[in-house]
């Protein structure tokens, strides 16, 4: 299992998974999550995974975001880290934009719809998230080194 465990961290920070995953994971994602009534998503085989429904920065549409997460320890399943990674590509990923403007969300995790209020994490905070976010899952560093920006992260609490 441990094997398995990192070939899979080894191919999900190739810059070939950065390229396709985006366009790929998140449609196959929905689609999972549509077919199986909100119980499944395909990436959480691979992490704890949640569907963040945001309102648009710009539209304010509902947008439905697969992601994953890091649930925190300690917590039960009040609060969950998302990490704007956007595969190690440039820019910060929209769903990040519109929790900035519009922190009230909603995500679907293990079968169940929750409200939240998500907080962008800054100073001392961040840092000591990051280092358990990087403990979570390492590929995460690979991200970061590719890009200038900082990844953004939030932290998600129950409303």
């Known amino acids: 299992m441990a094997a398995l465990v990192r070939l899979v ?21 929905r689609a999972v999550h549509r077919l199986t009534g909100g119980r499944a998503l395909l990436s959480a085989r691979m992490l704890p995974s949640v569907v963040l429904t945001s309102t648009g920065a710009r539209s304010g549409q509902a947008r439905r975001t697969p ?10 399943d009040d609060t969950w880290v998302l990490i704007g990674s956007n595969f190690g590509r440039p820019g910060h990923p929209a769903w990040t934009v519109n929790l900035l403007k519009h922190p009230d969300a ?9 409200p939240v209020r998500a907080r962008l994490l800054r100073g001392a ?19 970061q080194a590719r890009i200038e920006r900082e990844i953004r992260l939030f932290r998600l609490e129950r409303r």
């Open 67 to 76: 992601l994953a997460c890091m649930p925190e320890r300690g917590t039960g």
């Open 125 to 143: 905070e961040r840092e000591a998230t990051w280092a358990a976010v990087l403990d979570f899952w390492p590929p995460y560093a690979r991200y």
């Open 9 to 29: 961290q080894r191919v999900s920070s190739s810059r070939t998974f950065a390229r396709v995953a985006p366009h790929f994971l998140p449609a196959v994602d």
């Open 106 to 114: 909603e995500i679907s995790w293990k079968g169940h719809d929750i």
